[in-house]
């Protein structure tokens, strides 16, 4: 063994497998299955007390272009399109290398886990490339998400290992899949009688699950995304080992990685894995040194609140370096920035809420202290959080409100707060929603120019009548308009705020991880600060420099490059050359 650091002391066993993985995000549980699927022996070691990483708490959605649910509908887009439409968004951050080999790998990794696994998609029909103006940029099916799955169908053993939906996205513990389940939930606060029904037995299933199994069942977005990974990397003899972290990587004396030192529950342990180790760890989003050093007008390192789990201090990334992997930080953002709203409970804890939907919709509009607009609202979550950075003076507090008026606030979700039939009572007790009776109280209330914020909203619901946001755009895209409301018109994400009272919540920067890592090569090898691959070590999720340069075309670009690579490292430690060997040949059906 030859290590950069000294290795812990044993006091336990030693195991032989053939591949260890570290990490049990979409990025981890996608190589296992994939290895364990060509015949290799595969351990997971995770250091929660649960499987799934952020991938749980995530929509579950995965941008995987050309995948063959798409081809199944009929939309046939050729690679050379999705090349276009990355090169005119990554610009100078474009890596042929990378790139080619997610585009050519995406639709086979699909493709492989529908029809050879427990994990059934759903093809993402009506989901937009977030910059619908630039060439090349895709208006459906080049996303997919994981079907919907009753946890019965995982064993209680299994399910145990599984991390719960994320309380904030959910309701009341229940998840709600984005699309459809939640168009009717939506209709039902407009009191259209088919989604009143849809909320009804949605719930009333939820509520019976609590009584007799004291957990939501009823598995939706990243939760049914993980528990159809863990569900068949069980089904391949995958062992999975939980409250297990990774302490040290092992090497031979010619520098191939050959496993590492972990401590369990019952101690140390060392795992020998005689084809290699994939880190997926899941980043550094809890690593307050690093955010300090590499997040944007962070001068502490607090002042970010990431959606990832609090054990995402960057393990994986400081285990590759201690053999010798390159830290990648020359990407356009360090992380996946979202906008983020502080939910206080009353038991002292502080949730996390992440603001995706409510601020394409109409009637609602974000501003800064000063009173005025910023960004597209509409646009992705990482623009908003990017704009806000570049609005936001040095030394100011990065911040903004999302404003909204009584309307709204009574048919759609103004962050955590819900609409009817909720009440809105427990958001403005805990001050997580600020009201006022006009648009300078809402102002004075939030610290916000009361005078510049009347005339943006004087401004802005001129223009929204009429259907058109001149000053940033709001509703140009497809992508905006399918964020808002069909029924809205002209435009479904523009809409006048002006029926009192009004409300605020305050959104600060926040993501849902990290883009800097691991340097990588197409096969998701660990490169040394030469370039050159090190044996032994694959990276996944993530722990993996962002395949995207540290740019966010389109959502789901977190999980569809853990998924695709995951599967290629898997691929690659079993010594697989044909997609022929997964059932994955480009002439391949599924079933949808």
């Avoid at 007390?49 to 708490?57: L, N, P, R, Y």
């Avoid at 029909?125 to 799955?149: F, T």
């Avoid at 957990?215 to 089904?235: F, I, P, Y």
């Avoid at 300078?440 to 223009?463: H, M, Q, W, Y």
Wanted: glycine share 14%.
């Amino acid at each position: 063994m030859n290590n950069n650091l000294p290795l812990p002391t044993l006091d336990g066993d030693v195991l032989d497998c053939d591949v260890l993985v570290i990490g049990s995000g979409a990025g981890g549980l996608s190589a296992a299955v994939t290895a364990a699927f060509h015949g290799l022996k595969v351990i997971v070691v995770e250091k929660s007390s649960v499987c799934g990483g952020a991938t749980s708490w995530s929509g579950g959605w995965a941008w995987a272009p050309g995948n063959p649910l798409a081809k199944a509908e009929g939309v046939n887009e050729d690679k050379e399109t999705f090349r276009t439409y990355l090169r005119e968004v990554l610009g100078d951050d474009y890596q042929a290398g990378k790139v080619d080999a997610f585009l050519e790998a995406a639709p086979h990794m699909v493709g492989f886990f529908h029809n050879r696994t427990s994990v059934q998609f759903v093809p993402g029909r009506k989901i937009n490339d977030i910059y619908g103006n630039l060439s090349g940029a895709g208006k459906g099916n080049r996303s997919v998400g994981p079907k919907p799955v009753n946890a019965r169908t995982i064993k209680p053993s299994l399910r145990a290992k599984m991390r719960h939906q994320l309380y904030e996205t959910s309701f009341l513990g229940m998840g709600i899949m984005a699309g459809p389940d939640l168009s009717k939930f939506l209709s039902a606060s407009q009191g259209n009688p088919k989604g009143i029904f849809h909320a009804g037995w949605r719930f009333g299933f939820h509520l019976l699950d609590l009584l007799l199994h004291r957990r939501n069942m009823q598995l939706v977005n990243g939760t049914a995304l993980t528990g159809r990974l863990m569900k068949s990397a069980d089904d391949l003899g995958v062992d999975i080992r939980v409250s297990t972290p990774a302490t040290a990587l092992l090497s031979d004396d010619n520098g191939k990685v050959t496993g590492a030192v972990v401590r369990g529950p019952e101690g140390g342990l060392q795992i020998n894995a005689s084809r290699g180790v994939v880190l997926a760890t899941g980043g550094f989003p809890h690593d307050v040194r690093r955010r300090k050093e590499l997040f944007p007008k962070t001068p502490t390192g607090l002042e970010h609140w990431t959606l990832a789990p609090a054990e995402t201090t960057g393990d994986g990334i400081n285990l590759a370096q201690s053999v010798g992997a390159r830290f990648k930080t020359a990407v356009k953002s360090p992380a996946a920035w979202c906008p983020v709203s502080l939910v206080p409970y009353r038991n002292g804890r502080t949730g996390v809420f992440p603001h995706i939907m409510d601020r394409a919709k109409p009637g609602s509009i974000g501003v800064r202290s000063d009173g005025k607009r910023f960004v597209n609202e509409a646009n992705g979550y990482y623009d908003y959080i990017e704009a806000l950075l570049a609005a936001t003076p040095e030394g100011e507090t990065v911040e903004s409100w999302q404003i909204a008026d009584s309307r709204f606030v009574r048919r759609f979700p103004l962050g955590m707060a819900k609409p009817l039939p909720v009440p809105l009572f427990p958001y403005l007790r805990s001050g997580y929603l600020t009201k006022g009776r006009t648009i300078e109280e809402l102002a004075a209330k939030c610290g916000i120019d009361p005078t510049e914020l009347s005339r943006t909203v004087v401004r802005f619901n001129a223009n929204a009548r009429d259907g058109v946001d001149p000053d940033f755009g709001r509703g140009g895209t497809a992508f905006n308009r399918y964020g808002g409301d069909p029924t809205n018109q002209p435009n479904p994400s523009l809409g006048p705020i002006e029926k009192g009272p009004f409300y605020a919540v305050r959104v600060v920067p926040g993501s849902f991880g990290t883009f800097a890592g691991v340097d990588t090569d197409g096969s998701g090898r660990a490169l040394n600060n030469d370039g050159g691959p090190i044996d032994g070590l694959y990276v996944a999720g993530n722990d993996q420099a962002n395949v995207m340069g540290g740019h966010y075309p389109a959502g789901g670009i977190n999980l569809g490059p853990a998924l695709t690579f995951g599967y290629i490292a898997g691929r690659h430690l079993a010594g697989v050359d044909n997609y022929e060997d997964d059932g994955t040949h480009a002439n391949a059906e599924v079933v949808l």
